[in-house]
């Protein structure tokens, strides 16, 4: 019989994200690397606070702003956490979206990558969208959710929403849009697979910031197995299969 494994401590699951680094970028999708690593894309509207909660949850001042630099907006930034020879997450910061003064043929190319990125990234494990807490889930964030709502039905991909910049809310405000997040998802993707997580977050605050960080350390193992193989067939090789 094997031992449970014991439940890391925040101090072990930040000491994790900490030792997130830069690994590479890319400009197009085939550019990114084939690692073998799950990876955890990091999604948001621009402005929802994503390279701060990157930041802040590697507990690193300038890791993400690599993103920020002219030129290189549109690019996914991929970063490696885990033991220094031996990472055993990728986190890839993908394009913030919804900024106004794109013009439409840089929108509708964003559009395709993420849309082609969600869907088709096989070592996608889970997804981190960052969403203002002043404004909740827009369209935009419920398009992109669409875009990858088939790999949540199924478990295949998990997905974390954070609420931003709590702090700019009193406890009733921060209470009541949780709930509504949470039903507005429950309503859309929920399914008996499905793991999706909604939670408050500052940076600011510090608020949310262990419980996001144990959220992405599960993620380093391998997603329990899609329901196709989870439902194993009776087998009718077994001679007691027909009970
Ligand atoms: P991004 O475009 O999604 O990467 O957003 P940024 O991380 O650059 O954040 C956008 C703005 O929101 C900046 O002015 C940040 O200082 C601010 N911001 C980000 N996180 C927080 C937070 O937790 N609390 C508060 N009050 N402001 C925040």
Known sequence: MTEPTPTPTDKEVLGWAHTARFFTTAAQLHQLPETGLPEVAFVGRSNAGKSTAINTLAQTKRLAFASKTPGRTQHINLFHVGP???????????????????????????????????????????????????????????????????????????LLVLLTKADKLNRKEQAAILRETQELLGSYVLTEHSDIGVSLFSALKNQGVADAARQLHEWVAPRPSAPDEAEAPDSSESPTADR
């Open 84 to 158: 220094k020879d031996e990472p055993n997450q990728l986190w890839a910061d993908l394009p913030g979206y919804g900024y106004a003064a794109v013009n439409r043929d840089a929108k509708q190319r964003w559009q395709q990558v993420m849309a082609d990125y969600l869907q088709q990234r096989e070592p996608l494990r889970g997804v981190v969208q960052m969403v203002d807490s002043r404004h909740g889930l827009t369209d935009l964030d419920r398009q992109l959710i669409d875009f990858m709502a088939e790999r949540i039905y199924g478990g295949e991909i998990s």
